[in-house]
Nanobody, 123 residues
Framework: QVQLVESGGGLVQAGGSLRLSCAAS????????MGWFRQAPGKEREFVAA????????AYGDSVKGRFTISRDNAKNTICLQMNSLKPEDTAVYYC????????????????WGQGTQVTVSS
């Protein structure tokens, strides 16, 4: 069974930082593009960040560019999302995802999804 399990979510003050991790099992992330998405109450799921399978190319949503960084550790079969300068607008459930490496990281097509982890940023 393929599983993507997010961790590291929680409550943080505005301006603070948080690091999310996504541990994969049942698949080897070095064979996939990996991404992060988020969904806030009353909003559609939003693209946050993506990285190609080799860790060479990255893509970020406009709302997080310059503040968030996606990374991967293929040896640990894990991806991370470093979130800095957090804003209350970043409050959402964050999901990691794995998709076909042949699909551009700028195209939001993914095959596997995690259950999500809650991030709450207080004012």
């Amino acid at each position: 069974q393929v599983q993507l399990v997010e961790s590291g979510g929680g409550l943080v003050q505005a301006g603070g930082s948080l690091r999310l991790s996504c541990a994969a099992s049942g698949l080897t992330i070095s064979s996939y593009k990996m991404g992060w998405f988020r969904q806030a109450p009353g909003k559609e799921r939003e693209f946050v960040a993506a990285m190609d399978k080799n860790g060479i190319s990255t893509a970020y949503g406009d709302s997080v560019k310059g503040r968030f960084t996606i990374s991967r550790d293929n040896a640990k079969n894990t991806i991370c999302l470093q979130m800095n300068s957090l804003k209350p607008e970043d409050t959402a459930v964050y999901y990691c995802a794995a998709g076909p490496a042949v699909v551009s990281i700028w195209v939001n097509v993914y095959t596997y999804w995690g259950q999500g982890t809650q991030v709450t940023v207080s004012s």
